[in-house]
């Protein structure tokens, strides 16, 4: 698996990994109705820089997951990274979201951020805290109630934040 910069000819791709997610309505704050186009217009906007995980060989593609890194708030706030991460289903559990973190966290030292926060991550998602955790993050904060999970109703939110 390498990581590279997504392009155009990935789009079908990472649709195949944003719609699974946002139908589910258990780990990220989008909306569930997205369209194909709506969610490629968010993950491509220009203030993200986005990035696929690709088992593909020997020019085959084979996304398996993806994500952005982008400045976490503008000006005064523009030196803390910010970054969102998915995983095709069929590839859950398989190092994918870790290798696409620690390649974030090394991309955005070489980008000058000084740190890198999670701005909300769903406090049910505990696979992803226990990461997260795992790669140096921890709670700063939790908004009690934020995220209206489909299967639960109101859940936390929690921000985590690492020091790069």
């Not at 969102?84 to 069929?90: A, I």
């Amino acid at each position: 698996m390498h990581l590279r910069p997504a392009d155009d000819l990935d789009h079908d791709a990472l649709w195949t990994i944003i719609e699974p997610t946002a139908r589910a309505g258990e780990t990220w704050a989008i909306p569930r109705d997205w369209t194909r186009d709506d969610a490629l217009r968010y993950w491509r906007a220009p203030a993200h820089e986005a990035w696929v995980a690709d088992r593909g060989a020997h020019g085959a593609r084979d996304v398996v997951g993806t994500y952005f890194l982008r400045p976490a708030q503008l000006g005064p706030g523009s030196h803390v990274a910010n970054a969102g991460y998915m995983v095709r289903p069929d590839a859950w559990g398989g190092g994918v979201a870790g290798a696409m973190c620690d390649h974030s966290i090394a991309r955005a030292r070489e980008r000058g951020f000084s740190a890198l926060q999670f701005n909300f991550v769903v406090s049910t998602n505990a696979r992803a805290i226990a990461l997260w955790e795992r790669k140096g993050f921890r709670i700063i904060g939790r908004s009690p109630g934020a995220y209206m999970h489909a299967a639960l109703g109101a859940v936390d939110a929690v921000m985590m934040h690492r020091t790069l």
